[in-house]
């Protein structure tokens, strides 16, 4: 949102786009740039999931790049990629909360 309102207030001054921006966000892009936020942040979790598993930090950060690097590759000419479909976002990140909850569970358990 800080980007948005920025990149709009600038673009009154420099006219970067021809586009006239509006001044208020869009309410069905605020609400799917809250969803993607909240999934995005279920699945950085993941790779703490494959990184706990193999006590490895090589894992995770590999772990971390393949999913990045799934979920941003695109095969077609006009760009649509695995993150733009809203569903494969937030099972991911349910996953990855999931994910999270075992891995933090499992090392409580071993430290008691």
Same mark, same amino acid.
């Given at each position: 949102m800080i #980007? @948005? @309102?920025s990149f709009s207030f600038l673009n009154g001054? @420099? /006219?970067v786009t021809p %586009?006239?921006?509006p001044g208020a966000l869009p309410t069905d892009? *605020? $609400?799917h740039l809250v969803v993607l936020a909240i999934a995005c942040a279920g699945m950085s979790l993941i790779p703490l999931f494959f990184g706990?598993?193999?006590y490895s930090v090589p894992a /995770? $950060? /590999?772990s971390s790049i393949l999913i990045v690097a799934l979920l941003s590759s695109s095969v077609d000419t006009i760009g649509t990629n695995l *993150?733009?479909?809203t569903a494969v976002p937030i099972l991911l990140g349910v996953f990855g909360f999931i994910a999270a909850n *075992? %891995? #933090?569970g499992r090392a409580v358990q071993k430290d008691f």
């Open positions: #980007v @948005y @309102y001054f @420099y /006219t %586009v006239d921006l892009y *605020l $609400i706990m598993m193999k /995770t $950060i /590999t *993150l733009s479909f *075992l %891995v #933090v």
